[in-house]
């Protein structure tokens, strides 16, 4: 890795190096977890709806520990966040293994969630700490590109490790157990504990972003709270279809699974560029056009099939790609003083906000399939008309970032002319 450290003693690149085999054990937990489901409910007699409590579990502890970790960054420092991490991981992984049981793999679901929420909880505010300016913008899309990298590498491992894979007359793989697919989120765990170890972290770089007070200071302002709000919907418009699109597109001809691996790749490709996207257009920049690409996405995916889905999922993807990183970003650079608490609240109300969404999407996934019905169409005819009026309603949610962060250009460039103008 070459010498890196700083003036400070903190080696900032190995700090990040560390980061991203954090967030990568974050996307197996996702990616081979979803893959072994099918396994677990057949060797466990579980039911569908158990199998959804149990991902559920997931959601649940991500934002839980993000909220606490954002609390008490400024106490007990980034350092011991990763260190709970680490042992919720590997407490989780074990008992994923061992348990055996229904409540088992509830709480070992849940500290998987725990340790995930810690990453983002520790990882954003020392990215944003360790890096300045347009750095920090590179670095903060470079360490989210390996949440869709990692669901990539998850699901090929998944693929391989349970149907196996045909090269010509060789078929390699296949048939290996769940258990082992999940020994593997074991591996980068062991990797991002190495790097981080007897490491020193980096110091907040204002007195404001480091006192609780000071930021709960910044959090209670017009443009905090405007952002909270765009943070739902843009966390919703990634989720919201990413979730169901899969399931609906099935019936129209496209590969449910050739649709993630291309959504997921482009997301990670995008964001190794977004620092680059960032320096020429501002975070506000950036999440305009990311909206009206999400817009365009989700819209066509809602009326075509077939060849014309994989279009579709490429603008989903572009669009999509720089939300999250960037929105955590905007508060980094743009709300400083809201420190690693405003960061943690901006990230959690994204995953309650899909955790919300998700059931009124799944209502009106039913509404839409009894009108389908009752207009005469049946089986897979009856699901494709349903699915596609539902996504024909999820426009809904980046078409309203469309309007918002056309606000917020605006709003940030009239900031921009007011303090240069105070400083002249």
């Given at each position: 890795m070459g010498n890196t450290t700083n003036a400070a003693g903190v080696n900032n690149n190995r700090l990040f190096y560390a980061s991203c085999f954090a967030?990568?054990?974050t996307a197996l937990s996702f990616s081979i977890r979803a893959g072994i489901l099918p396994q677990l409910g057949e060797e466990l007699s579980l039911s569908a709806e158990q199998l959804g409590y149990i991902n559920s579990m997931?959601?649940?502890?991500?934002?839980?520990?993000?909220?606490?970790?954002?609390?008490?960054?400024?106490?007990?420092?980034?350092?011991?966040?990763?260190?709970?991490?680490?042992?919720?991981?590997?407490?989780?992984?074990?008992?994923?293994?061992?348990?055996?049981?229904?409540?088992?793999?509830l709480i070992s679901t849940l500290l998987i969630g725990l340790g995930n929420g810690c990453t983002e909880a520790a990882c954003n505010p020392m990215i944003a700490e360790a890096y300045q300016g347009n750095a920090m913008s590179k670095m903060m899309n470079r360490f989210h590109m390996w949440f869709p990298g990692g669901i990539v590498i998850g699901s090929?491992?998944?693929?391989?490790?349970?149907?196996?894979?045909?090269?010509?007359?060789?078929?390699?793989?296949?048939?290996?157990?769940?258990?082992?697919?999940?020994?593997?989120i074991l591996i980068p765990t062991l990797i991002y504990v190495y790097l981080f170890f007897g490491q020193s972290w980096p110091k907040p770089q204002t007195q404001e972003s480091n006192s609780l007070s000071g930021n709960l200071k910044a959090m209670v302002t017009p443009l905090f709270l405007f952002m909270i709000v765009c943070m739902a919907l843009t966390a919703i418009s990634?989720?919201?279809?990413?979730?169901?699109?899969?399931?609906?597109?099935?019936?129209?001809?496209?590969?449910?699974?050739?649709?993630?691996?291309?959504?997921?790749?482009?997301?990670?490709?995008a964001r190794y560029f977004g620092g680059e996207m960032v320096g020429k257009f501002d975070q506000t920049g950036v999440l305009l056009g990311s909206?009206?690409?999400?817009?365009?996405?989700?819209?066509?995916?809602?009326?075509?099939?077939?060849?014309?889905?994989?279009v579709a999922a490429i603008f989903f993807a572009l669009g999509i790609a720089y939300f999250w990183p960037n929105m955590i970003g905007f508060i980094a650079d743009k709300i400083p003083n809201s420190g690693a608490?405003?960061?943690?609240?901006?990230?959690?109300?994204?995953?309650?906000?899909?955790?919300i969404f998700q059931p009124i999407i799944g209502k009106w996934i039913d509404t839409d399939k009894a009108e389908a019905a009752a207009a005469g169409f049946t089986g897979d005819e009856m699901e494709l008309v349903a699915g596609q009026t539902?996504?024909?309603?999820?426009?809904?949610?980046?078409?309203?970032?469309?309007?918002?962060?056309?606000?917020?250009?605006?709003?940030?460039?009239?900031?921009?002319?007011?303090?240069?103008?105070?400083?002249?």
């Open positions: 967030l990568i054990t997931w959601f649940l502890g991500f934002p839980i520990s993000m909220v606490v970790g954002g609390l008490i960054y400024n106490t007990v420092g980034g350092k011991i966040i990763m260190q709970f991490a680490f042992l919720a991981h590997t407490a989780g992984i074990i008992m994923t293994i061992y348990s055996g049981s229904y409540t088992g793999l090929l491992v998944s693929a391989f490790m349970t149907n196996g894979l045909n090269i010509g007359s060789l078929h390699l793989g296949g048939g290996i157990g769940w258990e082992t697919q999940i020994w593997v990634e989720f919201g279809p990413q979730q169901w699109v899969g399931l609906i597109l099935a019936k129209s001809g496209a590969q449910p699974m050739i649709i993630l691996a291309l959504v997921t790749g482009l997301m990670a490709v909206a009206v690409l999400a817009t365009i996405g989700v819209y066509l995916f809602s009326t075509q099939t077939g060849g014309m889905a994989y608490l405003g960061m943690s609240i901006i990230g959690a109300v994204g995953m309650f906000s899909s955790s539902t996504l024909g309603t999820m426009t809904i949610f980046p078409a309203i970032l469309i309007v918002l962060f056309t606000i917020l250009f605006f709003w940030v460039k009239n900031n921009k002319a007011k303090a240069a103008a105070t400083a002249a």
